[in-house]
């Protein structure tokens, strides 16, 4: 078996060998952000609650935004807003904390039998664990208004599983890069307010013209947004092409990177 091959493999090989250790430090990440405070977990449904009962007031009732041209639901602005936010919340978590994961676990690295390449995946676990959280606050906002649930929404999985491939390959090739360079950190913070506003989550597509709306694909997180805003709202398939192609460019993503981080690994020691 070739090296490429190998790396490839690693991907999944590493993430099914460590599951456990991963596990133990996502629950312990998680629970250690909220260690102290007097709502403990309970923060991480409050604020999701919070921030989607202030888009509805703020842009239902006080801008009276609308999504479509043809849209009178003063909630809809809100929750399709909210939904394209969960999307970035979950890229921007692990993408910001990419470039200093090496840096905040330098004790790591100097344990050779440690698996360095699990630090991303325990990132991922514990944005996942928010954005599930918030998945649940907007079901539950979307029950209480009446929506209506669609089977497409069984589709997340398939819309998710390329997008947490892709945050894999940019973590870990952000995590190598950031022992070395260590600007990376305020790159990284200022391209994701670009991604932000750049990607469909404040307005739909169709509110631009064709001949700039194809450019936002280019963006990362365009056709996640898109689509997951499809199938959880609008009760639309998934557009299989363009995430057949999107799947494809993720797993490429996710092996360059992790072959990248494997190469370089062996003078994090000598940085630090």
Known sequence: MNSTTSCFLNIFISLQKNRLLIQQMVKREVIGRYRGSFL???WSFVNPVLMLTIYTFVFGFV?????GQDNTDKYEFALVLFTGLIVFNLFSECISRAPGLILANVNYVKKVIFPLEVLPWVALGSALFHAG???GVLFVFLAVLGHDFSWTMLWLPMILLPFA???????????SVGVFIRDVGQIVGMALTVLMFMSPIFYPL???PDSVSHYLFLNPLTLVVDQVRNILIWGQQPHWSYLAVYTAISIFI?????LWFEKTRKGFADVL
């Open 165 to 175: 491939l892709l945050i894999m390959g940019l973590s870990w090739l952000l995590a």
């Open 254 to 258: 996710a092996w360059f990177g992790l």
């Open 40 to 42: 403990g977990l309970l």
């Open 206 to 208: 169709s509110a631009l």
């Open 63 to 67: 801008f009276k935004a609308r999504w």
């Open 133 to 135: 959280i918030s998945l």
